[in-house]
């Protein structure tokens, strides 16, 4: 069921994604759907947690071996491949999740990944709230944009603005430290 539904928000998008569109693809009435998710909400938030560990599992891939910049761009490249692969999954994590899906494995496991990026920068405590905030804030916005078109109208293409991201976000983990001793 989810995974059919994440089909179906691939293919026509996540915001028009239905159990009764669900229910047709698999030739039977929308009622029939209620035994395997309590409603539209349930559905969407399985589709999230099927995203959460597909990506987690790419990041993992991308990121094995690697650290500091060098995971950061396995890190920030899963993401962008997620996105045009999976552009309905991609937009089921651009919205809050409900607790079912934030309490999934596959939501421990992208905490996991994530971590593992900032190892490399050694960034602590409540500081890495804030480092993965900026880089999901940094690469979601970068991406959403990218999709909707914003970047079609202006030169140099948006393919040549991600290694800039990629930089921008690489000098600001490596100098968090000289950052925080700045503020204080």
Wanted: hydrophobic fraction near 45%; proline fraction near 3%.
């Amino acid at each position: 069921m989810t995974e059919r539904g994440a089909q179906l928000a691939d293919a026509t998008g996540f915001d028009s994604l239905s159990l009764a569109a669900v229910a047709r693809s698999f030739g039977v009435q929308t009622p029939s759907l209620y035994s395997h998710v309590k409603d539209l909400a349930d559905l969407r938030d399985g589709i999230t947690a099927l995203a959460l560990g597909e990506l987690a599992a790419n990041i993992g891939d991308a990121i094995a071996g690697r650290s500091k910049k060098d995971a950061l761009v396995g890190f920030a490249t899963a993401h962008r491949a997620y996105s045009t692969e999976h552009p309905g999954r991609w937009a089921s994590l651009q919205r809050q999740a409900g607790q079912a899906a934030v309490d999934t494995a596959a939501a421990r496991r992208i905490v996991q990944v994530t971590d593992a990026v900032l190892l490399g920068y050694d960034i602590a405590g409540p500081d890495r709230v804030h480092a993965i905030r900026i880089i999901g804030s940094a690469l979601s916005g970068f991406l959403n944009l990218e999709r909707s078109g914003s970047f079609a109208h202006s030169m140099p293409p948006a393919e040549q603005s991600w290694p800039e991201l990629i930089d921008a976000l690489d000098f600001l983990l490596t100098h968090w430290h000289t950052r925080q001793r700045a503020t204080s």
